[in-house]
């Protein structure tokens, strides 16, 4: 199982990850689609990584309102220490498809390494930069659902998914529905946006495959 391209293990050979998933006794555990994969407990119980598949976080209010956060695709990782510190929420990760998971106590983490393990710092190191860059994630997220209009939250998360892709032609990285979800708006009104945009000549979609045509004019 090779895992150096997860964030997590960044700059840790496939020879100590093998050593040090042993020594954390890690479980990989597998899902259906529409499955939960895990729901956050209050303590910070679980760092997960997908090893394969699609999964979504959501939190629920105390009305039974639920909001779409966080997606997650192959090499992304998740668990409650990523969590907002809101008691009134709950947190809930549910598989898009079926996928693949490894489970590793956080415990075992940040607990002494009895194995005395080589690159047990480092991988503390990178969870740390890794905490620093959900919480910039988050800030982004922020910054699109505080806009005004409909137009402007949709215009914000294109200009983010035009500049991480480097194109002007990208696939979103959520369903339609998933993305209303995200920007907190309704669906229909969402859709209508889009038509609208459409008919104006702002850009071409088909499903999740969008197109800006007056990018940087």
């Known amino acids: 199982m090779t895992l150096e391209n997860v964030e997590l293990f960044e700059g840790i050979s496939q020879e100590s990850i093998d050593a040090m998933i042993h020594c954390f006794k890690a479980e990989i555990r597998?899902?259906?689609?529409?499955?939960?994969?895990?729901?956050?407990?209050?303590?910070?119980e679980y760092l997960c990584v997908m090893l394969s598949g699609k999964a979504h976080l959501y939190s629920?209010?105390?009305?039974?309102?639920?909001?779409?956060?966080?997606?997650?695709m192959k090499d992304?990782?998740?668990?409650?220490?990523?969590?907002?510190?809101?008691?009134?929420?709950?947190?809930v990760v549910e598989a898009d498809s079926?996928?693949?998971?490894?489970?590793?106590?956080?415990?075992?983490?940040?607990?002494?390494?009895?194995?005395?393990?080589e690159h047990h710092t480092q991988l503390t190191n990178n969870l740390f930069h890794l905490s620093a860059k959900k919480a910039q994630m988050m800030a982004l997220r922020?910054?699109?659902?505080s806009k005004k209009t409909v137009r402007q939250k949709l215009e914000a998360y294109f200009d983010y998914m035009m500049e991480k892709t480097g194109s002007i032609q990208f696939e979103t990285e959520m369903s339609l529905s998933q993305?209303?979800?995200?920007?907190?708006?309704?669906?229909?009104?969402?859709?209508?946006?889009?038509?609208?945009?459409?008919?104006?000549?702002?850009?071409?979609?088909?499903?999740?495959?969008?197109?800006?045509?007056?990018?940087?004019?």
């Open 60 to 72: 629920v209010d105390s009305e039974g309102e639920d909001t779409l956060l966080e997606h997650y």
């Open 30 to 44: 597998k899902f259906r689609k529409g499955d939960t994969v895990i729901v956050y407990s209050p303590e910070l």
């Open 179 to 217: 993305l209303s979800s995200y920007l907190c708006v309704d669906r229909t009104s969402l859709m209508r946006e889009m038509r609208l945009m459409r008919e104006e000549g702002i850009l071409k979609s088909s499903g999740r495959n969008i197109t800006l045509l007056n990018a940087g004019v």
């Open 98 to 117: 079926d996928c693949e998971v490894m489970f590793i106590r956080f415990s075992e983490i940040s607990g002494r390494c009895e194995n005395a393990c």
């Open 76 to 91: 992304d990782i998740f668990g409650e220490v990523f969590a907002l510190p809101y008691g009134s929420l709950g947190y």
């Open 142 to 145: 922020i910054n699109m659902i």
